[in-house]
């Protein structure tokens, strides 16, 4: 009995490590080009905007991360750290934008209540957000993606916890430059 149990657990065991290629991940590589976008968003500085496409941000590092929902416990946290280190972020020449399936209003709201400081963009379709490999309808997956100021993605998170994520790209960022 104990010999079957063994070869159970082994058996086991190499099945699942010997298809790895049943794990996708669609996500842009580290030197691909960085896929562009054109959606709609929210920035609380900048009103009158209602449009962002990735060309916006030529010739700056772009923190780009993708957020399940606007007023959940964890997007609420990945929001704050990243406003609360915008500063930092600024003094290395890098926007930091929030990607979701919500709508501008939602975001403007979110913004205004949870004191977000940068661009959110609508993404309700998750057309761009599967291009980055983070959509799992009907919402994003939480990715982050550091964009060179030339276009190409430098960095990436897959499947992030929120806690202390922002703080973890900043030190990315800051050996990068």
Known sequence: MKNLVINI???FF???NCFPALAFDFAPEVGDIAPNFYLKGFNKKLKT???WEL??????WL????????????CTLEAKGFSELKNDFSKYNAEIVGISADNQDSHESFCSEKSINYTLLSDPEGIISDKYGSWIPPFSDRNT???SPEGK????WISVLPLNHAKEVLNVLMKKI
């Open 9 to 11: 657990f082994i058996s």
């Open 14 to 16: 190499l099945l699942i």
């Open 49 to 51: 905007k209602t449009n």
């Open 55 to 60: 060309n916006d941000f030529k010739g700056k």
């Open 63 to 74: 923190i780009m991360y993708f957020y399940p929902k606007d007023f959940t416990a964890g």
């Open 145 to 147: 993606f550091l964009i």
């Open 153 to 156: 993605i430098a960095y990436r």
